[in-house]
């Protein structure tokens, strides 16, 4: 049997409270947080659920239900997709990954990453070390940069939408005045300058989920920016909520088109911080479910990774 690798990359979290210092330095790029930055970051875990991980469990989820759907929907027997994991900033590591998939004996593979999107700052430096890694090791592999207009991704999102619209409207709420927020994870100011994708099919994404769940308000806004000197692209979502506030939005569904789990970004950023502020503000705030493993999402990813083999 023929066999291709298929290295599924996701931004990896850490396994304790303990493995955290080690995380964030490695995101840093080896430089260690300060006391006060491990601190703040130890807090946020905590708070969303105790101190469990739940990228972790989600990843994993999204690993095996990716397996189960690639071997589903391949329509050629004598050829099997077999499903490896690479973080970016946890075990085990892209480069982990791609040295068991030349262990393993596999000398083709597709590598993909869990987010949709494409930019040189994120999907790009996923690539680049398993590329790096893949001709250490003599295996040939293919890249997905992005999928974020494929039609099932599109559906699902659009079902989330549409079913929380729902819920506003059972609560009393005009459905077309409900403002739909797309958001996504912010990056540095500078990716604009270098020409980067990343902000327009972010808003392609956003303006085809709207048509399609019938959205009659929406936005776009960032969120999650990180703390650093440079400016990041705004605005946050939170000057966001406080801007809705003045013009008498009183109804908010934030759709974080950017992430495809439950993670911290969406389940502090979001659920805890989000929420707060716009509890402050009398707004009512709802969040679309996360995609997880969504059969939708997943023929997504099968379908482009199965693309890659009928084009040779
Ligand atoms: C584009 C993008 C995505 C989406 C695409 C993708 O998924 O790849 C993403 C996802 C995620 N980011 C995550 C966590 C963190 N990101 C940080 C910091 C940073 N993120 C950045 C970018 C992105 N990040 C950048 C440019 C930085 C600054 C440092 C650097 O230049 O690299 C920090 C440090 C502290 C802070 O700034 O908050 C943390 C803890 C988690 C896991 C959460 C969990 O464990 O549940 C997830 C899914
Ligand atoms: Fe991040």
């Known amino acids: 049997m023929n066999k291709i690798g298929v290295l599924v990359m996701s931004y990896g979290t850490p396994e304790s409270l303990d493995q955290v210092e080690a ?14 930055q491990l601190k703040e970051l130890k807090d946020r875990y905590e708070a969303i659920v105790g ?65 949709p999107h494409y930019s040189v700052m994120s999907v790009g430096g ?3 070390r398993a590329q790096a890694k893949a001709e250490e090791c003599g295996l040939k592999m ?4 992005s999928y974020h207009l494929h039609p099932k ?19 009393g709420a005009e459905r077309s005045k409900v403002k739909v927020l797309f958001s996504a994870h912010s990056l540095p100011e500078k990716i604009l300058a ?30 999650s920016a990180g703390r650093t000197a440079v400016p990041w692209l705004g605005p946050d979502i939170l000057d966001t909520l406080r801007t809705l506030s003045q013009e008498q939005v009183e109804d908010v569904l934030v759709a974080p088109v950017g992430f495809v789990s439950d993670h911290l970004e969406i389940l502090y950023d979001l659920d805890i911080e ?25 023929e997504t990813l099968s379908e482009v990774i199965l693309n890659t083999q009928a084009k040779e």
């Not at 995380?23 to 006060?36: D, K, L, M, V, W």
């Open 194 to 223: 270098m020409g980067d994708p990343y902000q327009d099919q972010l808003l392609a994404t956003s303006a085809a989920v709207a048509e399609k769940a019938g959205a009659g308000s929406w936005q776009f806004t960032w969120q």
């Open 51 to 115: 101190g469990v991980f739940p990228l972790r469990a989600n990843t994993d989820s999204q690993v095996a239900a990716l397996q189960e759907t690639l071997d589903r929907l391949n329509p050629d027997k004598g050829l099997q997709f077999v499903c490896y994991q690479g973080l970016k900033h946890a075990r085990p590591f892209i480069e982990d990954g791609v040295a068991k998939m030349a262990e393993d004996g596999i000398t083709e593979a597709v590598g993909i990453v869990l987010a």
């Open 274 to 298: 989000a929420k707060a502020i716009a509890k402050e503000l009398d707004i009512r705030l709802e969040r679309i479910d996360s995609l997880n493993t969504d059969p939708l999402y997943m």
């Open 126 to 128: 996923y690539i680049k």
């Open 23 to 36: 995380y964030y330095t490695h995101i840093r790029r080896g430089n260690p947080p300060t006391e006060e």
């Open 153 to 171: 991704l599109i559906q699902a999102f659009a079902e989330r939408v549409s079913a929380k619209l729902d819920l506003f409207e059972e609560a």
């Open 142 to 145: 293919k890249f997905i940069e």
